[in-house]
């Protein structure tokens, strides 16, 4: 089935301490997304690739970076972790926009915490 | 003001009720709304997708849009203790554009 992976599921890392954070997918889908979501909030983007090109959410912090090597693989670096980071991370993706399709395909989240 | 608003809930309901679930919206350029499932510890699920006004109807499932309200609704038939999870509403002005998710609203369905 086509899908969106995230790995690990469950990450904890300490204070400072740099996490990377992986997204798959097999929908071969252009757009890939990062959100955060905290306990009961929607979840906050933090950036996007449309193919290549990166789209960094004004309010995002600079302790968060992105690489899209390939169509499939996108990642999320958290430099310097902070206690206020701890949150689930949800990586979606979706197609190039074609008439009115427009769904974004979310992955299972990876929850993050910070001790 | 947020731009969509959304009960927080909880919503709890018996097993075989009509439930209905609500957005508002102040950005009159959005034209495609959304509806996600959540589970607990999980990602979103989309439910539902439709474009501009109207209903659309899967399953248990009905969205509507009233656009000259900015409210839409999600309304799930003979529900299921299944069902029991966060909705949230998202929405967007075009193709292309991001999503402004609601905060989700949590829904209890007791056996």
């Known amino acids: 089935d086509a899908m969106v992976i995230q790995n690990p599921r469950y990450q904890v890392t300490q204070f400072g301490k740099p996490v990377t954070l992986s997204c798959s997918q097999t929908?071969?889908?252009?757009?890939m997304y990062w959100y955060q979501q905290k306990s009961s909030q929607a979840p906050k983007l933090l950036f996007h690739?449309?193919?290549?090109?990166?789209?960094n959410e004004a309010d995002t912090p600079d302790n968060f970076q992105s690489r899209r090597p390939n169509t499939s693989f996108c990642f999320l670096d958290i430099r310097s972790p902070g206690l206020g980071d701890a949150a689930m991370y949800l990586c979606a993706t979706s197609r190039e926009p074609q008439g009115n399709r427009y769904e974004q395909y979310f992955g299972p989240g990876t929850r993050l915490t910070v001790t | 003001q947020k731009e969509v608003e959304q009960d927080p809930g909880p919503l709890s309901v018996p097993e075989g009720a009509i439930v209905s679930l609500n957005c508002t919206y102040s950005n009159s350029a959005f034209q495609y709304f959304m509806w996600y499932r959540q589970y607990s510890r999980k990602g979103p699920e989309l439910l539902m997708y439709?474009?501009?006004?109207g209903n659309k109807e899967d399953g248990r499932f009905t969205a509507q849009v009233d656009k000259s309200s900015k409210y839409i609704s999600l309304f799930i038939r003979d529900s299921q203790p299944s069902d029991s999870a966060t909705y949230l509403c998202?929405?967007?002005?075009?193709?292309?554009?991001?999503?402004?998710f609601g905060g989700g609203t949590r829904l209890m369905v007791k056996p």
């Open positions: 929908l071969n889908h252009n757009v």
């Open positions: 998202a929405m967007s002005p075009g193709a292309g554009n991001m999503l402004t």
């Open positions: 690739y449309y193919d290549k090109d990166f789209n």
């Open positions: 439709t474009y501009s006004s």
